[in-house]
């Protein structure tokens, strides 16, 4: 099976510009769990979501915000950038056990 | 305090060596994650614990839910294990926690030849 994918990359954006990222989970994994990486935090959880709808939200500002669609791909977007957000943006899929990280998006914010 | 805390930090050693890596936490939990991140970003996961002990290969985790207590093991370590080792818990939360993991702030793992 194709691991999972995010897309894109790399990304550089400007101060109150707003991004959306994406995430396409195993086929088959009905959850999605998206996920932030900062050298000064740590890894800290944003959201997850089962079959298109949100069951856990973890402690961001209501500039991040996410989706899933009915094939299981999540969207995740962040309005009004801060330069507090540059970070690593991971995703990952599972069936309820075992998580499964897609590589992750960096976003730079200048 | 942060719910999950790792130790050490920061971890060097000499290829063949036996290493440990320790985690305590202090919620109670359903299952506990140990990740590897290597340079670049990607994280594997390497186990998902809820009771006991498992291994793969040269890598053996364990857990003792009555401690709030895991340890990650490598056996023989070689300096492609050099990473960052993750732990991470997911919460018993009355079946709300779902897919909401709280990490460690991570240890280090420097292996030389």
């Known amino acids: 099976k194709a691991g999972v994918t995010q897309t894109p990359r790399y990304l550089i954006k400007t101060r109150g510009q707003q991004v959306t990222l994406s995430c396409s989970p195993i086929s088959g994994h009905r959850s999605v769990s998206w996920y932030q990486q900062t050298p000064g935090q740590g890894l800290q959880f944003l959201f997850e979501?089962?079959?298109?709808?949100?069951?856990n939200k973890g402690n961001f500002p209501g500039r991040f915000s996410g989706r899933q669609f009915s094939n299981s791909r999540s969207e995740m977007n962040v309005s009004t950038l801060e330069l507090g957000d540059s970070a690593l943006y991971l995703c990952?899929?599972?069936?309820?056990?075992?998580?499964?990280f897609g590589p992750g998006t960096r976003l730079l914010v200048l | 305090k942060n719910e999950v805390e790792q130790s050490p930090q920061n971890l060097t050693a000499q290829e063949g060596e036996f290493i440990t890596i320790n985690c305590s936490y202090s919620?109670?939990?359903?299952?506990l994650h140990w990740l590897q991140q290597h340079p670049g970003g990607g994280i594997v996961s390497l186990f998902m614990?809820?009771?006991g002990k498992k291994k793969h290969g040269r890598l053996i985790a364990t857990i003792n839910i009555q401690e709030k207590h895991s340890s990650l093991h490598i056996t023989a370590s070689h300096p492609r294990d050099s990473a960052v080792y993750i732990c991470a818990v997911l919460a018993n939360a009355g079946g709300t926690s779902y897919g909401k993991l709280t990490f460690g702030q991570g240890t280090i793992l420097t292996v030389h030849p």
């Open positions: 614990l809820s009771s």
């Open positions: 979501y089962f079959s298109e709808t949100q069951r």
């Open positions: 919620v109670g939990i359903s299952a």
């Open positions: 990952a899929s599972s069936t309820g056990g075992t998580q499964y």
